[in-house]
């Protein structure tokens, strides 16, 4: 197996691990976990690897938003408000735009560092 392949599965494997940790009624967006995973410019890519996540993966993506809260993977989960509906079954509430509140329901996986 070619090395780009391997670290490209070990990629997905680790989106996958860390999807599986967003708390019920949590959201994170794609670039928090790209950065978590120690590749700040992969958003689309941890994108691509939930999109594509196996059935026997079983993680959570309907809790990774966009970074304003946007559902945008929802097509990825059948008809139009499927994606709301979970994350709304879950706790989850919304503004008025449809947006996730993320003030209330933002999951950040790693403290950050106190600004000096």
């Known amino acids: 197996m070619h090395p780009d392949v391997r670290v490209a599965r070990r990629f997905q494997r680790d989106v996958y691990t860390l999807v599986r940790s967003i708390p019920v009624g949590k959201v994170t967006t794609y670039g928090t976990i790209a950065l978590a995973l120690g590749a700040p410019r992969h958003a689309r890519q941890v994108g691509q690897a939930l ?61 950050l560092e106190d600004e000096p």
Do not use: C, I
């Open 51 to 111: 999109s594509g996540q196996p059935e026997y993966e079983d993680a959570p993506a309907h809790r990774v938003v966009n970074r304003s809260g946007v559902l945008t993977g929802e097509h990825a989960f059948g008809p139009p408000g499927t994606m709301r509906a979970m994350l709304e079954q879950e706790g989850v509430t919304f503004q008025e735009d449809g947006r996730v509140d993320m003030r209330r329901h933002f999951w950040e996986p790693f403290p």
